[in-house]
């Protein structure tokens, strides 16, 4: 019988990297050759694009883990976005416009195009592999989640077995489709920074910004088990952070990297939390009448160790100069009032590897725990 496990993948640009590393560490607990130990797989932002190469080669999870990190190991910015030498006068220049016209086919407008980001994922992901994982029992849904401009909704798309069924609940929509890049784009199209993605009749956004739950997907498509990987510090959040000595007025970098952060930081522990507290509530309710309240009863939580903004501070030379030039120009003069934002964009082999790194030590200390989730109850 196929267990009912659920790999939830959060968004975060760059920093996705470090889901690679945990994933490939699990490669190296598993048997080999194995077939994917999470059938229901959810993804936000990066973390979808993340999710959709495990989904495409479900019949073997070691092979699509290491699938997953040759793509990483050899990013670089201009796999994944590109951008003029004047970027910002060009973005202001067409939303000035914009107040003035209305165009119904207008272009997006953001700060970077996205368009190579799409090249790679016609390159590396066979979309049909989806349905043959499905009719295999690989696997029994793939879920990618994106904000509508339309509607204001955290959608999220799913691809599965019959199994699977939409929904519509407060703010929250749950829609059954044939996973494409189209949705992939949508769901990491950063406002702003990414240009916003059509699908069907709408426009999309990055799933990350009206998401409240991210373990909310994985618990409509009757997950028992929940394995999360986060790519915000979660372990350092009780930790005082370092605060400089001397205040001034914030830069356009520091406020970009806060409303960044904002969006991406994870509230899993608070999702836990909650659903804790229903399951011990519903310990309460005659086991004859619990059915229509099962929650998943076991979660595991993987997140870095380290600080990922101080990691990326380390490797901001390695961005190209237009964006180095960038960042600078909107007041990010000084490494650490830079790293937050730029630790998003950071798509170079040295940055990715570093936190690749970081997500194999990291999931190899909590092998224990990785190896009892995996047990059968």
């Not at 004047?86 to 003035?100: C, D, G, N």
């Not at 619990?290 to 993987?302: A, F, G, H």
């Not at 170079?348 to 995996?374: Q, R, S, V, W």
Request: aromatic content about 8%; hydrophobic content about 40%; proline content about 5%.
């Amino acid at each position: 019988m196929m267990n009912k496990n659920a790999l939830i993948l959060s968004g975060g640009g760059a920093r996705a990297a470090y889901q690679v590393g945990v994933l490939s560490a699990i490669g190296r607990m598993v048997k080999k050759g194995s077939p994917l130990p999470f059938p229901i797989l959810c993804g936000t932002s990066a973390g979808a694009l993340n999710a959709t190469m495990l989904a495409t080669n479900a019949e073997n999870f070691t092979k699509a883990v290491s699938k997953l990190a040759f793509v990483w190991r050899h990013l670089t910015p201009d796999k994944i976005y590109t951008m003029g030498r004047w970027p910002i006068a060009t973005s202001i220049t067409k939303t000035l416009i914009s107040l003035f016209h209305t165009q119904n086919h207008a272009t997006p407008i953001a700060l970077m195009n996205n368009g190579s980001l799409k090249e790679l994922l016609d390159n590396f992901l066979d979309f049909s592999n989806i349905d043959t994982a499905i009719a295999n029992k690989n696997l029994i849904a793939l879920a990618v989640t994106a904000m509508s401009y339309s509607t204001g909704e955290s959608t999220t798309f799913m691809q599965g077995s019959d199994m699977i069924e939409p929904w519509h609940d407060n703010r929250r929509r749950g829609i059954i489709d044939t996973i494409t890049t189209e949705h992939l784009l949508a769901s990491s199209a950063i406002p702003g920074i990414f240009p916003a993605q059509k699908v069907q009749e709408h426009f999309y956004g990055d799933g990350a910004i009206r998401q409240k739950s991210a373990i909310y997907p994985a618990i409509k498509m009757g997950a028992k088990k929940l394995f999360i990987i986060g790519v915000s510090g979660n372990r350092r959040v009780n930790q005082q952070s370092d605060l400089p000595e001397e205040y001034s007025a914030p830069s356009v970098a520091q406020i970009l990297g806060q409303l960044l952060n904002s969006a991406f930081i994870d509230n899993l522990e608070d999702d836990i939390h909650q659903l804790e507290i229903m399951n011990q509530l519903i310990q309460d309710i005659p086991k004859d009448k619990r059915e229509p309240y099962n929650l998943p009863s076991d979660t595991l939580i993987i997140s870095p160790s380290e600080e990922v903004n101080s990691i990326a501070e380390h490797y901001i030379d390695t961005l190209p100069k237009n964006i180095r030039v960038l960042i600078k120009a909107t007041g990010g003069s000084i490494s650490q009032t830079a790293s937050s934002a730029a630790s998003y964009l950071l798509f170079t082999p040295e940055y990715c590897k570093a936190l690749m790194e970081l997500g194999y030590k990291d999931a190899m200390l909590e092998k224990h725990n990785i190896l009892h989730f995996f047990e059968e109850d």
